[in-house]
């Protein structure tokens, strides 16, 4: 059938198989999920039993939504014993993630197939120190934005608080696999204060919506002034 993958077990029962259906999880975008239902197919006239069902390995995004286990196959008929939910964490195919099955007599290992797919946000630095400056002086300093996604990253909301801070563009696009640079401006109302802020962004990137950078700013240094007392 369309969508239905196969998968025969091997072991002690030869006429024994999964169904993966559909055959894989395909294209999942970043921050959503697609499941798949998994069915075993006892092709004997004798009842089966499976006694666990794993994702490997641990940690991977792939979560099994388990029947009730052991799970009894009576002969002939086929059963669904789990559904699978992917939730890729980052952009790309899904990598060295198999389906474990092991029953009474027989046991399986089979690949689960997908793609993460979407923009992916990474910040060159957590922090900036502008400065030193003075009232009326600009310190300038920059921030390397970085798509490590297989879809363009919008960045549409650029903004730097409080006032004596200032980001440059409002808004960026960023290719797959390219960078971008974002200048900051620290110019300070008054002096001999040390400033603090933060940058916030806001991109398409749904597993980090709004990050922020801290901003530092470092007040100028006078040279102190000597009097000569006669």
Same mark, same amino acid.
């Given at each position: ?8 077990? !091997?072991?002690?029962?030869?006429? $024994?198989? *999964? ?35 794993? $994702?490997?390995? =641990? ?9 009730? *286990? ?30 474990? !099955? ?20 990474? *910040? ?10 003075? !009232? ?27 006032? =004596?801070?200032?980001?440059?563009? #409002? ?12 200048? !900051?401006?620290?110019?300070? =109302? ?23 950078? #801290? ?9 102190? $002034? ?5």
């Amino acid at each position: 059938n369309a969508g239905v993958y196969t998968l025969p077990l !091997v072991g002690a029962v030869s006429d $024994v198989a *999964l169904r993966l259906s559909p055959a894989e999880f395909g294209e999942v975008r970043l921050g959503r999920r697609q499941t798949l239902r998994v069915m075993a197919l006892n092709r004997t006239t004798s009842g089966l039993t499976i006694d666990s069902l794993v $994702v490997l390995p =641990a940690g991977a995004p792939v979560q099994v939504l388990a029947l009730p *286990l052991p799970r009894e196959l009576p002969g002939r008929d086929p059963a669904e014993v789990a559904r699978l939910e992917f939730s890729p964490r980052d952009p790309g195919p899904l990598s060295g993630v198999t389906l474990r !099955v092991v029953g009474r007599g027989f046991e399986r290992s089979a690949q689960l197939r997908g793609l993460g797919a979407g923009p992916r946000l990474e *910040l060159g630095a957590d922090t900036l120190i502008l400065g030193p400056a003075g !009232v009326g002086e600009t310190a300038l300093d920059s921030l390397r934005l970085y798509n490590s996604g297989n879809d363009t990253l919008h960045l549409n909301g650029i903004s730097a608080t409080p006032a =004596a801070f200032a980001a440059t563009p #409002a808004s960026l696009v960023v290719p797959p696999g390219a960078s971008r640079q974002l200048s !900051v401006r620290f110019r300070p =109302a008054t002096s001999g204060t040390f400033a603090e802020g933060r940058l916030e962004l806001t991109s398409d990137d749904p597993l980090a919506l709004r990050p922020t950078v #801290a901003l530092r700013g470092l007040p100028a240094t006078r040279a102190p $002034v000597l009097q000569l007392v006669r």
